[in-house]
């Protein structure tokens, strides 16, 4: 098994505040990934306000946002164990994020 990281970006200016079903949507989503005992880590939520991180460049420049030059942000991850990476995708398309215009990058995670 290996363990991938499911990576969750929403554009960048949106003031997503998710309503009560949203919520419950997105728990019955990992609940459903728990019961299949592949829910490695429930992951944390990012905030997306401009005080809330600094992108370092490769110059050491700091600059305000998480936005960086992008026109979205990372507002959260979990960790998924799966045989493969298509497995894992499949549980990413899952995800209710995409009903509000996000997106999820999935990420093999190197083993230590």
Known sequence: MKEFMLIFR???GI???P????MQERMNWLASIAAQEKLVDKGKTLLPTIDSGRHISADQVVTDGP???LKE???GFIVVRTENIDEAVEIAKQNPIFKIGGSIEVRELLRS
């Open 73 to 75: 942000y990372v507002s």
């Open 19 to 22: 309503s009560p079903a949203q």
């Open 10 to 12: 929403l554009k960048a």
């Open 67 to 69: 936005f960086t030059e």
């Open 15 to 17: 003031d997503f505040k």
